[in-house]
Antibody, heavy 120, light 109 residues
Framework: QVQLQESGPGLVKPSETLSLTCTVS??????????WSWIRQPPGKGLEWIGY???????NYNPSLKSRVTISVDSSKNQFSLKLTSVTAADTAIYYC????????????WGQGTLVTVSS | EIVLTQSPGTLSLSPGERATLSCRAS???????LAWYQQKPGRAPRLLIY???SRATGIPDRFSGSGSGTDFTLTISRLEPEDFAVYYC??????????FGGGTTVEIK
């Protein structure tokens, strides 16, 4: 059974960098069948796609966040990571890591989500 | 930029009734890349439908998807108590490469 687990600080100060890691078990980030994704959801609001990384390090980002986002993959640890720079209160959200199927472009596995609050 | 608009915002129905949820795109979306999700409070979303009409693994057949171009529909034939939740549509393909609709809440009447 595939499982994804987010980890990282739950509180980040304004203007600093948000860093999260997703550890994948029961599957491999080295598979060419998936895009490893980050999606966020402000409390009480809808879903926003942040971006994804492919097993070879290729990336695709939401244009609205592209200037601040870096997603990378570490196959030796079976993990992928998110960095979001210059955060503001508007970046407060539940952050999900997720597995996006290359073939049908649907997300079949999600992490449980981690709440990141931006506050001084 | 493709915008997905879901309607209605809230659907108030009783168990056993039929639910029809709409997802309209501002530009044509490939049917191959239109998905639907269910989200319950405090939980991650769950994939219901991909490719506009294919049920994901383990999804009951009371859930069905249809549509093409700019108009897509999720139908729940007979609502069960566990179906009351928020539903999102999602597209892949155009700027932004991936996006979600704003969601429809199906609540108990």
């Amino acid at each position: 059974q595939v499982q994804l687990q987010e980890s990282g600080p739950g509180l980040v100060k304004p203007s600093e960098t948000l860093s999260l890691t997703c550890t994948v078990s029961g599957g491999s980030v080295s598979s060419g069948s998936y895009y490893w994704s980050w999606i966020r959801q402000p409390p009480g609001k809808g879903l926003e796609w942040i971006g994804y990384v492919y097993y070879n390090g290729g990336t695709n980002y939401n244009p609205s966040l592209k200037s601040r986002v870096t997603i990378s993959v570490d196959s030796s640890k079976n993990q992928f990571s998110l960095k979001l720079t210059s955060v503001t209160a508007a970046d407060t959200a539940i952050y999900y890591c997720a597995r996006l199927l290359v073939g049908v472009k649907g997300v079949d596995y999600w992490g449980q989500g981690t709440l990141v609050t931006v506050s001084s | 930029e493709i915008v997905l608009t879901q309607s209605p915002g809230t659907l108030s129905l009783s168990p056993g009734e039929r639910a029809t949820l709409s997802c309209r795109a501002s530009q044509s979306v490939s049917s191959s890349y239109l998905a639907w999700y269910q989200q319950k409070p405090g939980r991650a979303p769950r994939l219901l439908i991909y490719g506009a009409s294919s049920r994901a693994t383990g999804i009951p057949d009371r859930f069905s998807g249809s549509g093409s171009g700019t108009d897509f529909t999720l139908t729940i034939s007979r609502l069960e108590p566990e179906d009351f939740a928020v539903y999102y549509c999602q597209q892949y393909g155009s700027s932004p490469p991936l996006s979600f609709g704003g969601g429809t809440t199906v609540e108990i009447k």
